[in-house]
């Protein structure tokens, strides 16, 4: 990335012009996408982009981060996730507790619960849009677990 991109990055982040970009389907870079986060996750060129970009998401309607990141993880490290639940332990599995909020006390119940659920879970050999519904059901149907996801 030459100085003159870095500096137009830079005027943009700094006048608001970087929000208009996160929340439609093109970006800068020439970068399209649907998701206004994939900036902020999918693209680290230079600490500038990365500041500016990540104040792209700000002021967008009905973005919710949170879920974004959540299916973001399923997605990206769904093949690890997959080994962690059919053992009911692993560290990307615990990282997936947290992600959903589940206290620290309570890692090792989410961890039992997805091991015993595994079939329902991950009964397929790929990731699917309803996983996160999937993971969702479960702890709202398990008020022990204390998650805030």
């Not at 002021?59 to 299916?71: E, L, T």
């Not at 090792?108 to 519904?133: H, M």
């Amino acid at each position: 990335m030459n100085l003159k991109t870095i500096l137009l990055l830079t005027y943009l982040g700094m006048f608001g012009l970087v929000n208009a970009w996160g929340c439609h389907k093109g970006g800068p870079m020439g970068f399209a996408s649907n998701d206004p986060g994939a900036f902020s996750l999918d693209i680290t060129i230079s600490p500038t982009y990365t500041g500016a970009s990540t104040f792209g998401t700000a002021g967008c309607k009905d973005w919710d981060y949170s879920q974004h990141q959540r299916n973001h993880y399923l997605r990206s490290q769904w093949s690890f996730m997959n080994e962690d639940a059919a053992r009911g332990k692993g560290d990307h599995l615990t990282a997936f507790a947290q992600i959903m909020g589940c206290s620290k006390e309570r890692e090792s119940l989410f961890a039992d619960l997805v091991r015993k659920n595994y079939s329902i879970l991950f009964g397929r050999t790929e990731t699917r849009s309803d996983l996160l519904t999937q993971f969702e059901t479960l702890i709202l149907e398990n008020p022990e677990l204390s998650c805030s996801g």
